[in-house]
């Protein structure tokens, strides 16, 4: 059977020449970097290359460069490190759409000291920026935003917000897991001080991170041990990893162009072909203001898990909502922030393309969707037409 992966957002496949790079790591290149002899050194020399390299990429100095284990630990560093070099100040400015590695971490910083805003989206996914700029205040410790958000794909204009809360000395961290790859991560075009990547939403391995830290601001780690990582990140550094994600970004760079014109194409085609296919559908997010790769629909009537699984049926891998919050009952909490009532939300399917999708992948599932919801109407009680 044919399979087509729609499913980018929640993670990618890496790349063949990512891997290459990698696999000495394991087995040739082995020394621990922190050893002095020379198996220690050619691996540190190895991961100070992988390190400039990233820096390069995103206008940033190699001593910002914080290798972590994933996007989480990035952004729950950049959070509290923020509050403990701030012990005065215990207020938090986050958005109701973070990804559950900010928002289950401020939720829980609410219950213990800290105040915590969380600036509304309108029905398009856009924040609302009065209330932010309302919200900035002397107390404020760190302000964190996402980039882009990883089930509707909306882009925030972190650039100013994050001018804002400089102009008032707040820290500003960004989530930019799911816009690393496809925008332009420039740190000092966007201002920001704090910023998290993930290797496995573009084409690099799980289990890898960075943490952007802007040279000059106070910062305290969250684990402690050895001084690795300029003694802010302590453990031994993952090598092969660190090569992984090095090269990874600078692929995603060197393709960033020709591959983003190409995937916004398939998938405005996408888009355009399932709003005609199907009746009572609806695209959620900012029409234009989103990833290049990113659609996500909501159908009147049916549960998007039903619509999933028929999917995965017929070869197609998607998803309802973000991999982290799929599994529970609850709708997205994206989607409800944008004002869609539960049962609206429950209706939701999102389809992230790649560099490996095709025109011929669109027109299959432009093909089987609009049968598939209908089948399901049919089935479902709420439908009487
Ligand atoms: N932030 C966003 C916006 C994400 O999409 C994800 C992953 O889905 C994360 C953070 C967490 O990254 P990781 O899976 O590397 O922990």
């Not at 996007?71 to 990804?99: C, F, M, Q, W, Y």
């Not at 650039?159 to 000092?188: K, P, W, Y």
């Not at 990140?233 to 393709?255: M, P």
């Amino acid at each position: 059977m044919k399979t087509i992966y729609l499913d980018n957002n929640a993670t990618t496949r890496v790349a063949p020449e990512v891997l290459t790079e990698m696999t000495p790591y394991f087995s040739e290149f082995y020394g621990n970097p922190s050893s002095m002899h020379s198996f220690g050194g050619q691996v540190a020399k190895k991961i100070a290359e992988s390190r400039a390299k990233v820096a390069a990429l995103i206008g940033a100095d190699p001593d910002e460069i914080i290798f972590t284990s994933c996007g989480t630990e990035s952004d729950n560093t950049a959070i509290h490190s923020a509050l403990a070099v701030n012990p005065e100040k215990r207020h938090i400015i986050t958005s109701r759409v973070e990804h559950p590695a900010v928002k289950a971490l401020c939720e829980h910083l609410a219950e213990k000291d800290c105040r915590v805003t969380t600036i509304e989206v309108d029905s398009a996914g856009n924040l609302d920026m009065d209330q932010y700029k309302k919200s900035l205040s002397a107390d404020t410790a760190v302000v964190s935003l996402m980039w882009a958000n990883n089930e509707t794909g909306v882009i925030f204009p972190v650039e100013e917000a994050a001018q804002l809360a400089r102009e008032r000395g707040i820290l500003f961290h960004t989530d930019a897991v799911q816009a690393g790859g496809s925008l332009d991560l420039d740190v000092n075009a966007l201002n920001v001080d704090l910023m998290s990547l993930s290797a496995h939403k573009f084409y690099g391995p799980k289990g890898i991170g960075i943490l952007y830290a802007r040279r000059g601001i106070p910062f305290l780690p969250m684990q402690t041990g050895g001084g690795h990582e300029r003694g802010r990140r302590a453990g031994t550094e993952n090598v092969a990893y660190i090569v992984g994600i090095a090269t990874a970004l600078r692929l995603a760079y060197e393709e960033q162009q020709e591959s983003n014109t190409r995937i916004a194409r398939l998938r405005d085609k996408l888009i355009a072909g399932v709003l005609e296919r199907i009746p009572d559908s609806r695209l959620t997010g900012h029409p234009a203001q989103r990833l290049p790769n990113s659609a996500s629909f909501l159908f009147k009537y049916i549960e998007g898990e039903s619509t999933l699984l028929r999917l995965d049926l017929l070869g197609v891998a998607a998803s309802s909502g973000s991999a982290c919050t799929s599994g529970s009952l609850e709708p997205s909490h994206v989607l409800t922030a944008m004002g869609f009532r539960h049962e609206e939300a429950h209706g939701s399917l999102r389809l992230t393309l790649g560099k490996e999708n095709s025109e011929a992948d669109v027109d299959y599932v432009l093909g089987i969707l609009p049968g598939i919801v209908e089948k399901l109407r049919r089935m479902s009680p709420l439908f009487d037409g």
